[in-house]
């Protein structure tokens, strides 16, 4: 069997902005927090880290933070996806450098490329870094699917070793589950359909929910995992409704809020996002309560 990452709650965890760039301070603040309730692993500077809108420095400077916070303490794994091949090696490579534990790669966007050339973006990838590689799917915003036979294809790398699933498409994650088995691990890359993705042989979440209820994430997914079926999934469908209140608007707007009205400092956004409505903003309020109080 390959290298397994972490089981359980890895949180897709924000990226806090100021007028000065990134504010580290409370950006450290959010890591301790998670780590304290028991998230598994951290996931920075993917897509609810804004990194498309964060410049290298920047990006390198919230990644190392998350490292020294972390200390060991839990798996940090850094998203390193883009879409021109050599420029992602090329980062890559850099961010291996600096201590992390793995690498997020979301497909190419814009540019849509066929599966083969996701093959060939992968290969070309793995064979210059030695970290382990979660795959990332999310053809919503990026336009480009990974297919079960690709993801068959690419689990033949022995450093690619998990998929972040995030298509929606349980019939699809199935298919994945069982062309690759053990050579390729999945994570549920949305929170509302952690349990049926667990239920067909998934071993966690990359999850935005866990940035504002770390503990009950993590809890859910234990149970789960500890055979505790029943409360599992009472807790799942207990959490649709803020779920559906932190994509009511696009990812990450909601969560920053969310984080606002928890008492972090994250500001808003970087345009193109914008600030949350507040009509939404104060159904996320309600739901975030209603969570926290069961």
């Known amino acids: 069997m390959k290298k397994i990452l972490f089981k359980g709650c890895g949180t897709a965890i924000s990226t806090p902005f100021d007028e000065n760039g990134v504010n580290l301070k409370e950006f450290e603040k959010l890591v301790e927090n998670q780590i304290q309730n028991k998230v598994d692993a951290i996931i920075v500077c993917g897509t609810t880290g804004e990194a498309s809108t964060m410049t290298e420095e920047e990006?390198?400077?919230?990644?190392?933070?998350?490292?020294?916070?972390?200390?060991?303490?839990?798996?940090?794994?850094?998203?390193?996806?883009?879409?021109?091949?050599?420029?992602?090696?090329?980062?890559?490579k850099k961010i291996e450098t600096l201590g992390v534990d793995g690498l997020l790669i979301v497909t190419p966007y814009y540019n849509k490329c066929t599966q083969n050339g996701l093959i060939i973006h992968y290969k070309e990838i793995a064979k210059n870094v030695s970290l382990p590689i979660i795959l990332y799917s999310v053809p919503s915003r990026t336009g480009v699917n990974i297919e079960p036979k690709t993801c068959l294809e690419l689990s033949k790398i022995e450093n690619i070793v998990a998929i972040k699933e995030a298509s929606g498409n349980l019939s699809q994650v199935a298919e994945i589950a069982h062309l690759c088995g053990d050579a390729?691990?999945?994570?549920?890359?949305?929170?509302?359909?952690?349990?049926?993705?667990?239920?067909?042989?998934?071993?966690?979440?990359?999850?935005?929910l866990s940035n504002v209820m770390p503990a009950y994430t993590h809890t859910m997914v234990q149970n789960f995992l500890d055979g505790n079926f029943a409360k599992a999934k009472q807790m799942q469908l207990d959490a649709i409704p803020l779920i559906q209140a932190l994509f009511s608007e696009v990812?990450?707007?909601?969560?920053?809020?969310?984080?606002?009205?928890?008492?972090?400092?994250?500001?808003?956004?970087?345009?193109?996002?914008?600030?949350?409505?507040?009509?939404?903003?104060?159904?996320?309020?309600?739901?975030?309560?209603?969570?926290?109080?069961k």
């Open 251 to 293: 990812n990450p707007i909601a969560v920053k809020a969310a984080l606002n009205i928890l008492g972090y400092d994250f500001g808003i956004p970087r345009l193109p996002l914008t600030k949350m409505s507040e009509s939404k903003e104060n159904i996320l309020k309600t739901e975030l309560l209603k969570l926290q109080q």
């Open 59 to 92: 990006k390198i400077a919230t990644i190392q933070c998350a490292i020294q916070t972390s200390h060991g303490r839990v798996p940090i794994i850094a998203g390193t996806g883009g879409n021109n091949t050599k420029q992602v090696i090329e980062y890559s």
């Open 184 to 208: 390729l691990q999945i994570y549920s890359g949305n929170d509302d359909q952690v349990l049926p993705i667990l239920s067909i042989g998934g071993i966690g979440v990359i999850s935005v």
